[in-house]
């Protein structure tokens, strides 16, 4: 009974593990940085930075802060496709490459038009 207490409590351990693995092997050492301005060049904050990894394997999600800067960490190493998105103004699309796991590209910066009405 007791080794049998065992091999449950170990099993329970080993799937709780699982997910944690699978979540560790999308996520890496690199990182991205960059800026987000407005067409007349003012930081915008709070603007959705969403990076998602080419084939969808992976998602990770930022905001901007007072001076429109962002940082995404964690980046494995491929293809990212990078959003921009807040309210009133166009989104914007980018794509970085990350050719090793600590990767660092130059910054990034984005500019967001006002959507025209």
Do not use: C
């Not at 099993?11 to 092997?25: D, H, Y």
């Not at 394997?57 to 998105?85: C, L, P, Y």
Request: aromatic share 4%.
């Amino acid at each position: 009974m007791k080794s049998m207490k065992r091999y449950v409590v170990l099993a329970g351990l080993m799937a709780l593990m699982v997910p944690a693995m699978s979540s560790a092997q999308l996520r890496g050492l690199g990182r991205v940085v960059g800026t987000v301005t407005d067409d007349g060049g003012a930081p915008l904050r709070g603007v959705n930075v969403r990076a998602t990894r080419s084939g969808g394997t992976g998602v990770i999600e930022e905001t901007t802060d007072e001076k429109g800067s962002w940082v995404v960490n964690g980046m494995a190493r491929g293809d990212w496709h990078i959003t921009f998105q807040i309210p009133g103004y166009v989104p914007v699309a980018a794509k970085v490459n990350l050719e090793a796991e600590l990767s660092r590209v130059p910054p990034v910066a984005i500019v967001l038009k006002k959507v025209s009405r």
